[in-house]
Nanobody, 123 residues
Framework: QVQLVESGGGLVQAGGSLRLSCVAS????????MAWFRQAPGQERELVAR????????FYPNSVKGRFTISRDIGKNALYLRMNTLKPEDTAVYYC????????????????WGQGTQVTVSS
């Protein structure tokens, strides 16, 4: 079974940057995809970035487009999310997700999840 472990969250001032990491093990991603979701209290889990393991199929919603960049390192079996120009509304728990087929913006289309890492952006 695929295991995902996130790291890199923390407290940052508005306008600052963070780089989240997700290390995957226990599965194959030859035909799969990975993604980053976030969830703020009282809100649904929201897709913020996705990528096919091949490197194609990237997607960003308008709320983060131009500020966030998703990437992967095949050799390290790792996924990254570079977050620039952070805003207070980016505050949430950020989750790494994976699927051997590839999901969409709905959280229930992704089979594997990490435990999450807290990102807090102060104003």
């Amino acid at each position: 079974q695929v295991q995902l472990v996130e790291s890199g969250g923390g407290l940052v001032q508005a306008g600052g940057s963070l780089r989240l990491s997700c290390v995957a093990s226990g599965g194959t991603f030859s035909s799969g995809a990975m993604a980053w979701f976030r969830q703020a209290p009282g809100q649904e889990r929201e897709l913020v970035a996705r990528i096919n393991w091949s490197g194609g199929g990237t997607f960003y919603p308008n709320s983060v487009k131009g500020r966030f960049t998703i990437s992967r390192d095949i050799g390290k079996n790792a996924l990254y999310l570079r977050m620039n120009t952070l805003k207070p509304e980016d505050t949430a728990v950020y989750y790494c997700a994976a699927d051997l087929v590839g999901g969409n913006s709905r959280a229930d289309t992704w089979n594997y999840w990490g435990q999450g890492t807290q990102v807090t952006v102060s104003s």
